[in-house]
């Protein structure tokens, strides 16, 4: 690999995860010049991205976005355009995999269980639920759990839910809706053609949402986690199905719910995030590492990959 070559690390931008992007590409940016690349250039992005990146002529761009518009296939357009390469997937698979109906469209067919639901406009829950309690609401193109809400017969959004109870109908025009799956919250990597390994997550109180995700001692990894091997070996097969039928590169992770007392037929997809951390907390570097993949290598890997 040419260590000369301008690598230039997209992060920041106006998401809601912009916080994380920074500590995703700070961390990227860190590990490329430890490996020895002498031409890094660090990226917040802002709206005159275009014009700074004709003026940077980088030779790959490293994509540490997360949520929109670095993850719904907005920037790898914008990229395709100009002609330059870049890590993860690229500007179709991106705004597939964010919208939550189209996924379900793509990867249904293909025998991936995920939980059953349906799109709603946010103004009709306030006349009643789309589905019986408990159900889950959610934002139908956003990422890492971001104004996702569990509703329940005792939670305190109001029956119906009322329009001045704190939620994602506030943000958000439409939601998808879906059946609340009970049970583990489990998470498979796939790095290149290759499933890594399963991950529990463990939450102290609550589930894991975006707070969960990316605060320090809210959630415990268990990787490998302590499930039977035909259970594993399924979500990893199913991770690695969701990669290629949406088309991704590079890395994605899918997040499973696992109701174990259902055995097999417990097991369902939520969604598969092509653009995953690559923070301190994050999910994919822990599970390359458990294969013997240091975070520099893995950042290596997924610019070898950008370039080929």
């Known amino acids: 690999m040419n260590k000369d070559i301008h690598v230039v690390v997209l992060m920041g931008g106006w998401s809601a995860e912009r916080e994380v992007s920074l500590s995703s590409g700070k961390g990227v940016v860190k590990a490329l010049e430890e490996r020895g690349y002498t031409n ?23 994509n540490a976005l997360h949520g929109t518009p670095g993850e719904d296939g907005s920037v790898q357009g914008m990229l395709d355009l100009m002609g330059i390469s870049y890590t993860h997937s690229g500007c179709t698979t991106s705004a597939v995999a964010i919208d939550k109906q189209l996924t379900k469209a793509v990867l249904e067919p293909h025998g991936i269980p995920m939980p059953p639901g349906k799109l709603v406009e946010s103004a009709s829950l306030y006349e009643g639920d789309p589905l019986p309690r408990p159900y889950v609401l959610k934002p139908a193109n956003e990422g890492s759990s971001v104004g996702v809400a569990i509703v329940t017969e005792d939670s305190n959004y109001g029956q119906p839910i009322s329009p001045q109870a704190k939620g994602p109908w506030q943000e958000f025009d439409r939601l998808m809706a879906e059946e609340f799956i009970a049970g583990r919250e489990l998470t498979v ?3 290149g053609d290759e499933a890594l390994c399963v991950t529990e997550l463990v939450i102290d109180n609550g ?6 995700k990316y605060t320090d001692g809210q959630t415990t990894h268990i990787c490998p986690a302590e499930v039977s091997d035909d259970i594993a070996q399924r979500m990893m097969d199913l991770a690695l199905e969701a990669h290629r039928v949406l088309g991704c590169k590079g890395c994605s992770r899918s997040d499973f719910r696992w109701d174990e007392t259902r055995g097999m037929d417990g097991l369902f997809l939520l969604e598969t995030n092509t653009q995953p951390g690559m923070t301190p907390l994050s999910l994919v ?7 013997g993949i240091s975070y520099g290598e893995l950042v290596e890997r997924l610019i070898e990959e950008a370039l080929g």
């Open 40 to 62: 890094v250039t660090g990226l917040d992005m802002d709206r005159d991205v275009a014009a700074k990146l004709a003026e940077l002529k980088p030779d790959v761009v490293f």
């Open 285 to 291: 570097p822990e599970q390359a590492a458990a294969k």
């Open 189 to 191: 990597a796939v790095l």
């Open 207 to 212: 589930w894991y949402d975006y707070d969960h």
